[in-house]
Nanobody
Framework: QVRLVESGGGLVQPGGSLRLSCAASGFTFRDSAMSWYRQAPGKERELVAY????????TYADSVKGRFTISRDNAKNMVYLQMNSLIPEDTAVYFC????????WGQGTQVTVSS
């Protein structure tokens, strides 16, 4: 079955960096686009970043452009989110997502940006 497992979240000070990882299994990873979403308390889940199956195309939410970078390693079935210059507004649970052909989500990893 499809499984997505996120890791790498934590508490970081404003201006700091974190790298999230998502380990994928149960589907043909190299054929599948992947995304990162986040959900802050009291807010709807929002798309943060998207990467096409071969990594050629990426898109980002305006709020994270220039600070976050999505990447993938098709040999390892992994997708990453490098987050730099973090601000308190980035505090949220971050989820890995794939549609193959149904929607699948990981369990999420908490990112807290606070001094």
């Amino acid at each position: 079955q499809v499984r997505l497992v996120e890791s790498g979240g934590g508490l970081v000070q404003p201006g700091g960096s974190l790298r999230l990882s998502c380990a994928a299994s149960g589907f043909t990873f190299r054929d599948s686009a992947m995304s990162w979403y986040r959900q802050a308390p009291g807010k709807e889940r929002e798309l943060v970043a998207y990467i096409s199956n071969l990594g050629v195309r990426t898109t980002y939410a305006d709020s994270v452009k220039g600070r976050f970078t999505i990447s993938r390693d098709n040999a390892k079935n992994m997708v990453y989110l490098q987050m730099n210059s973090l601000i308190p507004e980035d505090t949220a649970v971050y989820f890995c997502y794939v549609k193959v052909p149904f929607d699948y989500w990981g369990q999420g990893t908490q990112v807290t940006v606070s001094s």
